[in-house]
């Protein structure tokens, strides 16, 4: 009840009433799940969203545990529901911070090394690689301090986010190095988008 923010049971018991409270977009998968269960006579784990009464969303795993009796007429099942939206949500921010940089936001030279890997296929050819590096930053740190410094990397790499296009890679490698994965972009456009970025650069103060 406390999982769906219910005051009483007659307001999941069905499996119509259940179904209200999640997320459309899951409920196909879920009867999918739900026959094979019953098809298989097997338990079954399966994950998905829920809108509780109160609107909040929530994640949880239910394990569906079919009950037959000898002559092997399905009963009804036995099972469990766990709310499981703060672990869900703790997985997901490690694996946000294990691929990208705390200071930027941008991805993180792990990520940078992986994902190169994945895009160097013919299908994303020409694969252009930009380096990009911020001047001064040594300087910017000795004399007025770190703090300004991460200030001056954080403007850098919003010019480099608004002059990129959406679906181009963007990573700090760290220090003062940013590098950019340009799918199938060939030098000449390359050179535009470079342009554009020195631009932009250009307008910062």
Known sequence: LNIFGVVSVAEINSQDRFLQFVQPDEITGILDNINQVMEKKTTADFMFRILRGDGEERIVNMRMIPQFDEQKNHVGNFGTIQDITRIRKTEEEIRYLSYHDYLTGLFNRRFYEEVLIKLDTEENYPLTLVMADVNGLK????????????ELLQKASNVI??????????AR???????????RTDAETAALIIKRLE???AREK
Request: hydrophobic share 40%.
């Open 139 to 150: 300087m910017i740190n000795d004399s007025f301090g770190h703090a300004v410094g991460d």
């Open 173 to 183: 490698l760290g220090g003062d190095e940013f590098v950019i994965i340009l799918s």
């Open 161 to 170: 986010k608004s002059g990129c296009r959406e679906n181009d890679v963007i």
């Open 199 to 201: 631009k932009l650069a």
